[in-house]
């Protein structure tokens, strides 16, 4: 199948080789000149594991393509994916104007029938401005379907090539064929593909992510609850994790969520609610408790150094939201760094991969280490903000010679308390006893 994917962010990009790995021509638009040629000669601007490996793959045997010309990609294409950035407006709602500025060229050049996908996050209603957009000029049929991706960063071709369920919102008959010819073979194992009306389907990934960021948010309530009482948050996970009803993911304590899609949704979700007079109290609340969950420690850093960070240097480990990625987008290390450096801390950094995309934010305020042990030279303390596996079995005796203090705050509980004890750090973490 001929399949045009236009935009070649995290999305278009994931979604284009992954397509063009199951046999179909793809076609990528993006506007970006220097990004397309880029991508022509076979780099790829985001970290993504595995995604090397199919990209090059498909480059090769020539059924994966660059352009910056609409008119040129769409060419004989049956399925045409909207893969573009919906950021959040000054109030939290998405804003659509490049994905109806791309529906607005469709509807100049498209020269047959063909299925208009939006693949980006949107607002419900979203697909009908879109259809009417392109209906303002198109002078052939076409449907407008809701296929909302639900890629994690880090593990995002495996979710592609292995969904666990494929949402297809549509109502065209004919429209639902293709959709199911094309993701057939993503589902072999039996996997669902559920369809459903185009509005559902765009409600469906708000609600996905929503529930998820309440999910952590609950359990990073909970771990507060366990400092005050004396409780250990990791006997709690495990708790209530073996309860089929609620399940063992997404229980981890920590310092926030971040990323490119929870915090967006769950604020647009709020605002969609807002916009149809609906107070969606407990999404306001998600967001006031991961706004301060992502610092939690820095007064604690504060407390441990006598109230005054002047002149003190905070190692910091992790800069990506997650592992696995180089996406910094809301990410808890930024806010982390922010506040080190407003109350007069040096920063001595190191991530695996995120430490160009944080150079081009905060330039030359931050000292970016050559490994996780650079960071640590000179330095009074460690901050850990990201749970990249390299972090997990350090060598701690020389974690300790490096060290001024034996001072290590996690924010993502990657030891445990009776290790550090014994180690005699002083250890804190969330939602545990700390060890000092």
Same mark, same amino acid.
């Given at each position: 199948?001929?399949?045009?994917?236009?935009?070649?962010?995290?999305?278009?990009?994931?979604?284009?080789?992954?397509?063009?790995?199951?046999?179909?021509?793809?076609?990528?638009?993006?506007?970006?000149?220097?990004?397309?040629?880029?991508?022509?000669?076979?780099?790829?601007?985001?970290y993504e594991p595995g995604l090397d490996v199919i990209f090059d793959r498909n480059?090769?045997?020539?059924?994966?393509?660059?352009?910056?010309?609409?008119?040129?990609?769409?060419?004989?294409?049956?399925?045409?994916?909207?893969?573009?950035?919906?950021?959040?407006?000054?109030?939290?709602?998405?804003?659509?104007?490049?994905?109806?500025?791309?529906?607005?060229?469709?509807?100049?050049?498209?020269?047959?029938?063909?299925?208009?996908?939006?693949?980006?996050?949107?607002?419900?209603?979203?697909?009908?401005?879109?259809?009417?957009?392109?209906?303002?000029?198109?002078?052939?049929?076409?449907?407008?379907?809701?296929?909302?991706?639900?890629?994690?960063?880090?593990?995002?071709?495996?979710?592609?090539?292995?969904?666990?369920?494929?949402?297809?919102?549509?109502?065209?008959? #004919?429209?639902?064929?293709?959709?199911?010819?094309?993701? @057939?073979?993503?589902?072999?194992?039996?996997?669902?593909?559920?369809?459903?009306?185009?509005?559902?389907?765009?409600?469906?990934?708000?609600?996905?992510?929503?529930?998820?960021?309440?999910?952590?948010?609950?359990?990073?309530?909970?771990?507060?609850?366990?400092?005050?009482?004396?409780?250990?948050?990791?006997?709690v996970r495990r708790g209530i994790g073996t309860d089929t009803r609620i399940g063992?993911?997404?229980?981890?304590?920590?310092?926030?969520?971040?990323?490119?899609?929870?915090?967006?949704?769950?604020?647009?979700?709020?605002?969609?609610?807002?916009?149809?007079?609906?107070?969606?109290?407990?999404?306001?609340?998600?967001?006031?408790?991961?706004?301060?969950?992502?610092?939690?420690?820095?007064?604690?850093?504060?407390?441990?150094?006598?109230?005054?960070?002047?002149? #003190?240097?905070?190692?910091?480990?992790?800069?990506?939201?997650?592992?696995?990625?180089?996406?910094?987008?809301?990410?808890?290390?930024?806010?982390?760094?922010?506040?080190?450096?407003?109350?007069?801390?040096?920063?001595?950094?190191?991530?695996?991969? @995120?430490?160009?995309?944080?150079?081009? #934010?905060?330039?030359?305020?931050?000292?970016?280490?050559?490994?996780?042990?650079?960071?640590?030279?000179?330095?009074?303390?460690?901050?850990?903000?990201?749970?990249?596996?390299?972090?997990?079995?350090?060598?701690?005796?020389?974690?300790?010679?490096?060290?001024?203090?034996?001072?290590?705050?996690?924010?993502?509980?990657?030891?445990?308390?009776?290790?550090?004890?014994?180690?005699?750090?002083?250890?804190?973490?969330?939602?545990?006893?700390?060890?000092?």
């Amino acid at each position: 199948m001929n399949i045009t994917v236009v935009g070649t962010g995290y999305v278009g990009l994931v979604t284009g080789t992954c397509f063009a790995e199951t046999g179909n021509n793809v076609t990528c638009v993006d506007i970006d000149e220097k990004k397309v040629e880029s991508l022509r000669n076979g780099k790829i601007p985001i970290y993504e594991p595995g995604l090397d490996v199919i990209f090059d793959r498909n480059i090769e045997q020539n059924r994966l393509h660059f352009t910056t010309d609409l008119e040129e990609g769409i060419k004989g294409a049956k399925v045409i994916f909207l893969a573009l950035p919906t950021p959040p407006g000054e109030d939290g709602s998405a804003d659509l104007q490049y994905v109806l500025k791309v529906a607005d060229d469709l509807g100049e050049l498209l020269q047959e029938y063909a299925v208009i996908v939006d693949k980006s996050t949107v607002p419900v209603g979203t697909a009908e401005k879109v259809h009417a957009k392109i209906a303002e000029k198109a002078k052939v049929d076409f449907d407008v379907v809701s296929n909302p991706e639900f890629l994690r960063e880090g593990v995002a071709v495996e979710d592609f090539m292995k969904p666990d369920r494929v949402v297809i919102g549509t109502r065209s008959d #004919r429209a639902r064929k293709i959709m199911e010819t094309l993701y @057939a073979p993503l589902v072999r194992q039996g996997n669902p593909i559920i369809f459903m009306d185009e509005r559902s389907a765009e409600l469906t990934k708000y609600a996905a992510n929503s529930f998820l960021a309440t999910k952590i948010t609950f359990m990073n309530e909970i771990a507060n609850m366990c400092e005050l009482l004396g409780a250990d948050v990791d006997a709690v996970r495990r708790g209530i994790g073996t309860d089929t009803r609620i399940g063992r993911r997404f229980l981890f304590a920590g310092i926030g969520y971040g990323g490119s899609c929870f915090p967006k949704d769950v604020q647009a979700l709020a605002k969609s609610a807002e916009q149809v007079k609906y107070d969606f109290r407990i999404l306001k609340s998600v967001m006031d408790v991961n706004d301060e969950q992502k610092v939690k420690l820095i007064p604690r850093i504060k407390e441990y150094f006598g109230g005054d960070l002047n002149g #003190r240097t905070i190692a910091l480990w992790g800069l990506a939201f997650k592992p696995n990625t180089d996406d910094i987008r809301e990410a808890p290390a930024l806010y982390n760094i922010d506040l080190l450096l407003e109350a007069g801390a040096t920063v001595r950094a190191y991530d695996p991969e @995120a430490m160009d995309n944080v150079r081009n #934010r905060v330039g030359d305020k931050v000292y970016f280490a050559k490994d996780a042990y650079d960071a640590l030279e000179g330095a009074d303390a460690l901050l850990i903000a990201t749970e990249w596996p390299v972090f997990r079995t350090p060598d701690f005796e020389r974690i300790e010679s490096s060290l001024k203090s034996k001072a290590i705050f996690d924010g993502r509980n990657l030891y445990s308390v009776e290790e550090m004890e014994d180690l005699g750090f002083d250890y804190f973490s969330i939602g545990r006893a700390n060890v000092n």
